[in-house]
């Protein structure tokens, strides 16, 4: 499987650890280019790819970024084809913590409306798709 993930943190590292040493094929990518990506992150094949490349071609792409970031982002997912499977380990920050207005707008944004999020706090309304903060 091709899979891209933007974000070598501790969740997007893990995860392209984890898939390279089982046989996919990886592409990693951050905010500060392919050349910072550390070696560690690399070593059992993944690719250090720029974040456009992390996202095209690929079966399925992770958005493992800080929540603050997701907006310089989300451009990237408007070419994305709708057979690619995206998943968000984005983790939520509450209201007003960056001036965010709710969860729900990480939902809205461009193609990534619908995407599984692997990390639902405890703002999601339980048998809903929908969040509301406490």
């Given at each position: 499987m091709r899979i891209g993930?933007?974000?070598t943190g501790a969740i997007g590292a893990e995860l392209a650890r984890i898939f390279s040493?089982?046989?996919h094929e990886v592409a990693v990518a951050n905010s500060r280019g392919p050349e910072t990506i550390?070696?560690?992150v690399l070593q059992f094949g993944a690719q250090a790819v720029t974040a456009a490349d992390a996202v095209q071609?690929?079966?399925v792409v992770i958005l493992s970024v800080?929540?603050?970031k997701v907006p310089e982002v989300a451009g990237l997912f408007a070419s994305v084809p709708d057979e690619t499977v995206v998943i968000d380990t984005t983790n939520y920050v509450p209201v007003g913590a960056w001036n965010v207005p709710s969860r729900?707008?990480?939902r809205a944004r461009p193609r990534a409306c619908g995407c599984p999020s692997?990390?639902?706090g405890p703002w999601r309304r339980r048998g809903t798709r929908s969040w509301?903060?406490?």
């Open positions: 993930i933007l974000g040493a089982g046989g550390d070696a560690d071609g690929r079966d800080p929540f603050f729900a707008w990480v692997s990390w639902d509301k903060a406490p």
